[in-house]
């Protein structure tokens, strides 16, 4: 449930990606409000989407547990030969417990609506709404909630906020589609994976050279233009996007790992209560985006919140980065008595390696690990199976989804 704070701003709902079920968990128990999720069939993001009716009646109820919701994406722009199946398979999400599907082809919308269905209708970026008529238009039709198009301004967001009943989300951060929220073919050009239906290959990111129309080549010979716009971070506009009314907040990125859920989710999670705890005295501090660094360090750019986009928001050379920590493990349980924290291994690490424990609400300690045992106590000189069931000494009590993450 939404809390008003004092000063009268409503706390927005913090909604984060979640690819499968342990990322649900997680987005959850770092602070997320809500999760989107993908269930097998009406979905974009196919390869992020592997929860089964059966998973996804498994996440409701671990996020009902902890008052948060669940929503699922089942936002393709259908063809002919997909809309087979499609009241089934909404009634079955509904009998699952989800609290809202977020759509946008009006077939798929309207047959929701005709099922009279429980969960709410919510209207997916990938339509587009830009003003407050069409927000109107899908709110008058049965939708509780629009996604409004990434391609909008702050000051544009605010107007629509006071023409409109329909709660409003926004995306906050993650990867941007460089054409009008996924209005594009390059990827069905190129690769014959349609963007509209799940298949984006991010076309937009490949490396390309620039040719003049004599076939002359412009770009220097080692490097490559790129079509990409820079990821979203939005960060220093949080202050603003809550002023301004917005209901919900997104974080985008359902094929994101473990420990950029947790990291961006905790960061986000901690400038939303520090706002709404003093809005009057609040301080925006390069401290959220060090975190946020922790985990990625991809190119980043406000989009279009600030105004029109300019070519700083252009992602022209690609550049590899790394996030400013690594993830090593995470934690699966603790033995109070031995000290000893089982940990599922994600990275290779060593005996004398620097760590930091990273937790929800942003907990923090650190040790050196001197010793590493596999599961039958076998002293290890190093972890380096994937995934592999380790266990460490620890020094202080940690809990399970706990990262263990190197201090480089
Ligand atoms: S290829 Fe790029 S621009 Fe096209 S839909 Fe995919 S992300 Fe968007």
Request: with cysteine; proline share 3%; glycine share 6%.
């Amino acid at each position: 449930m939404k809390t008003v704070a004092p000063n009268k701003f409503t706390k927005p709902e913090l909604l984060a990606p979640a690819g499968d079920l342990e990322k649900l968990k997680v987005a959850i128990i770092y602070g997320a409000d809500a999760v989107f999720i993908g269930g097998k069939e009406f979905s974009l993001r196919a390869r992020a989407s592997n929860f089964t009716i059966d998973d996804i009646k498994t996440g409701v109820e671990f996020a009902h547990k902890h008052n948060a919701k669940v929503y699922v994406t089942t936002n393709i722009i259908a063809h002919n030969e997909n809309i087979e199946g499609l009241k089934d398979y909404l009634t079955a999400l509904d009998e699952a417990g989800v609290d809202a599907i977020i759509c946008a082809d009006p077939y798929i919308i309207s047959t929701a609506k005709s099922l009279n269905l429980r969960m709410e209708i919510h209207i997916s970026t990938q339509q587009s709404i830009t003003n407050s008529e069409a927000v109107n238009f899908w709110y008058d039709f049965g939708a509780s909630r629009v996604v409004l198009a990434r391609e909008l301004s702050i000051a544009e967001i605010a107007q629509i906020r006071q023409k409109t009943k329909a709660e409003l989300e926004v995306f906050i951060h993650g990867g941007m589609c460089v054409s009008y929220s996924g209005r594009c073919t390059l990827s069905n050009n190129m690769t014959d994976r349609d963007a509209n239906r799940g298949g984006c290959a991010h076309s937009c990111r490949w490396n390309y050279r620039l040719y003049n129309k004599n076939n002359e080549l412009l770009s220097k010979e080692n490097s490559f233009y790129n079509l990409g716009s820079k990821d979203l971070m939005a960060v220093k506009y949080i202050p603003d996007l809550i002023r301004a009314g917005v209901d919900s907040l997104k974080i985008e990125g359902r094929m994101k790992t473990v420990h950029y859920i947790a990291t961006v989710v905790g960061v986000y999670r901690k400038l939303i209560d520090d706002f709404i705890e003093d809005p009057d005295n609040f301080q925006m501090s390069d401290f959220y985006v060090e975190e946020i660094a922790k985990a990625e360090s991809r190119l980043t750019s406000v989009g279009a919140l600030s105004g029109k986009p300019t070519y700083q928001e252009q992602l022209y050379n690609v550049r590899s980065e790394t996030p400013t920590q690594e993830f090593l493990g995470l934690v699966l349980d603790y033995d109070a008595k031995t000290q000893l924290a089982t940990i599922e291994q994600r990275n290779h690490f060593k005996p004398g390696v620097e760590v930091e424990v990273y937790g929800p609400h942003m907990r923090k300690e650190y040790a050196v690990i001197d010793a590493i045992y596999d599961e039958s106590f076998n002293l290890l000189d190093a972890a380096r199976h994937p995934r592999q069931i380790l266990k460490i000494k620890l020094p202080f009590k940690v809990e399970p989804y706990d990262l263990i993450r190197k201090v480089r």
